[in-house]
């Protein structure tokens, strides 16, 4: 079975710097994209950005350009995404999602269950 | 950026109803959409891709059609599990842009 398993909830204050997590089974994880969406409380989706663990291709939304890292470590089959200092309106839920085919974007299937990110003073 | 506009925002019905929520895209983008059901606390989960196939175990009163800038996903006997918010997702040009969804209550 395909799964993305994320990593807990946290809870930051405005400066700190944090690294979340998602790791894959039951695929070969160096040959499909992965992404990372946003969800701020109560809104929509937003596309933050996606990577090839192949080569650690990566392709950021602009929106979020500078403001976050996605990267992978191909060993233990895991994506991350990572600030270097949050602020209040970092807070959201952040979910990983893999693209469903190896060879082009199709849409996300599966995705993870979702990471609570709270930043608060 | 390829923007991405869903209508009705809000759309409310009945079990046993048919409904039609439409996306409407800032350029031609073929077929490449997708749409995901998103339940409250819970992680979307891809419904329709390219426009028009069904995600496997995806029930078949779920249906989407459209080409170009104009797409629409239909249900066409709402059940009970079906009240939740729908997104529409282009993957035709980075970034892979989300619609601000449609929420469908009873």
């Known amino acids: 079975e395909v799964q993305l398993v994320q990593s807990g909830a946290e809870v930051k204050k405005p400066g700190e710097s944090l690294k979340i997590s998602c790791k894959a089974s039951?695929?070969?994880?160096?040959?499909?994209?992965i992404g990372w969406v946003r969800q701020m409380p109560g809104k929509g989706l937003e596309w933050m950005g996606i990577?090839?663990?192949?080569?650690?291709?990566?392709r950021y939304n602009p929106s979020f350009q500078g403001q976050v890292t996605i990267s992978v470590d191909k060993s233990i089959n895991t994506a991350y995404l990572q600030w270097s200092s949050l602020k209040a309106s970092d807070t959201a839920i952040y979910y990983c999602?893999?693209?469903?085919?190896?060879?082009?974007?199709?849409?996300?299937?599966?995705w993870g269950q979702g990471t609570l990110v709270t930043v608060s003073s | 950026v390829i923007w991405m506009t869903q209508s009705p925002s809000i759309v409310s019905a009945s079990t046993g109803d048919r409904v039609t929520i439409t996306c409407r895209v800032s350029q031609g983008i073929s077929s490449f959409l997708a749409w995901y059901q998103q339940k409250p606390g819970k992680a979307p989960e891809l419904l329709i891709y390219?426009?028009?196939t069904l995600q496997s175990g995806v029930p078949s009163r779920f249906s989407g059609s459209g080409f170009g800038t104009d797409f629409t996903l239909t249900i066409s006997f709402l059940q009970s599990e079906d009240f939740a918010t729908y997104y529409c997702q282009q993957y035709h040009s980075l970034p892979y842009t989300f619609g601000q969804g449609t929420k469908l209550e009873i």
């Open positions: 390219t426009a028009s």
């Open positions: 999602a893999r693209h469903k085919l190896k060879t082009m974007a199709i849409g996300f299937d599966p």
């Open positions: 990577i090839y663990p192949g080569d650690s291709d990566t």
């Open positions: 039951g695929y070969s994880f160096a040959t499909y994209w």
